[in-house]
């Protein structure tokens, strides 16, 4: 289960997001600008929304507990180079 909660909003957005499953849980603190969420969206869908997209693409890829504690959601194409190609097949599902 992906728990994602907006807990700021500066010059990005500052989510607290919770991961749970298996064994325990994970928590993570992540930001995204407007422009990230409106470029990975389409404005189609929340930053709520779209953080949870994410993780859903980064479990696929490794277990909770590798994913990093503290990120810009930017980061994650450093190291999966499909993510922005990706993340749209991740909005659509339910």
């Known amino acids: 289960m992906i728990q994602v909660r907006r807990t700021g909003?500066?010059?990005s957005l500052i989510f607290d997001v919770?991961?749970?499953g298996g064994k325990g849980e994970t928590r993570h603190?992540?930001?995204m600008s407007r422009?990230?969420?409106e470029r990975l969206t389409?404005?189609?869908h929340t930053p709520e929304r779209c953080l949870e997209a994410a993780f859903q693409f980064l479990l696929d890829r490794e277990p909770k507990e590798s994913i990093l504690r503290r990120f810009d959601v930017t980061a994650i194409s450093r190291?999966?180079?499909e993510f922005e190609r990706e993340?749209?097949?991740y909005l659509?599902?339910?």
């Open 9 to 11: 909003e500066h010059d």
């Open 18 to 20: 919770v991961v749970r």
């Open 29 to 31: 603190h992540v930001t």
């Open 35 to 37: 422009e990230t969420c």
């Open 42 to 44: 389409s404005g189609k």
């Open 79 to 81: 190291y999966f180079p």
């Open 87 to 89: 993340i749209r097949r």
């Open 92 to 94: 659509s599902q339910s």
